[in-house]
């Protein structure tokens, strides 16, 4: 869980992560008579701007139903050193919690968007489905018949990517292969790299008890996400 996240917020809107949102993402020009006219000074400027990349961050974390009257005052009570209803601790555990609530909201959303996916695809033809879950297609067969262990350190191409097909991380992509004890990768992967052979290239889907869980893991990968991974096993190491 993420501690202090209103610091974090605050450091995140530097103007080099401001510069950074605005190139990838794009807003409706000015017009006369908008805020635009009362932007009078590098000051002006910079308030607004740091508004933005604050509600961005707020959005990015699905945050973005706060009560902004009273945010508003948390801040101007903490700048202006005034009293604060609560103490550091309940800080702390205030954000936490209702982080905590927010994560589960955004799991549960993305557990029902990877079921439904995961129900259409296992009606495919090719696509081998397992009891807990794990679903997968062979792309292409290996010739060898050695399969990994979870004691093995695997060496293998991949490139993983959301049910709507966004690329999250890619060897292919960086053109080198990566290599890894099995033991310690996610539990989708653990199963279906033990029932491959060396030289298989499969397709395996996994929802997200395979995967992650309710964690984060990156910018792409939120609570609840069913993934799917192109992976080609290269070799096993003993």
């Known amino acids: 869980m993420k501690k202090y996240l209103l610091l974090l917020i605050l450091i995140s809107t530097t103007v080099t992560a401001t510069i950074a949102q605005t190139k990838k993402l794009t807003s409706k020009p000015a017009t ?34 706060l009560n902004f009257t009273l945010f508003e005052k948390g801040m101007k009570d903490a700048l202006e050193n005034k009293k604060i209803h609560f ?10 919690k209702y982080l905590q609530l927010m994560n589960s909201q955004k799991a549960k959303i993305a557990k029902e968007a990877g079921k439904k996916f995961l129900a259409l695809n296992a009606k495919r033809n090719g696509v081998i489905c397992l009891p807990d879950g794990l679903q997968y297609e062979i792309l292409k067969a290996g010739t060898d018949s050695v399969k990994p262990t979870l004691n093995d350190r695997i060496k293998c191409h991949y490139r993983g990517t959301l049910i709507d097909g966004t690329v999250f ?6 053109g080198e292969p990566i290599t890894f004890p099995l033991r310690g990768v996610i539990k989708g992967w ?13 397709k395996i889907y996994l929802p997200s008890s395979l995967a992650y869980g309710d964690n984060e893991a990156g910018d792409k990968i939120t609570p609840g996400t069913t993934l799917i991974f192109e992976v080609e096993l290269l070799g096993i190491e003993k």
């Open 32 to 65: 006369k008579n908008s805020t635009a006219n009362n932007l009078k000074n590098l000051k002006d400027s910079s308030s607004y701007a740091l508004g933005i990349n604050m509600a961005r961050s707020l959005q990015s974390q699905y945050l973005s139903t």
């Open 87 to 96: 103490t550091e601790q309940e800080i702390t555990a205030t954000i936490n």
């Open 169 to 174: 991380d890619s060897s292919i992509d960086r």
């Open 190 to 202: 653990q199963e279906a790299l033990q029932l491959m052979t060396v030289g298989s290239k499969w």
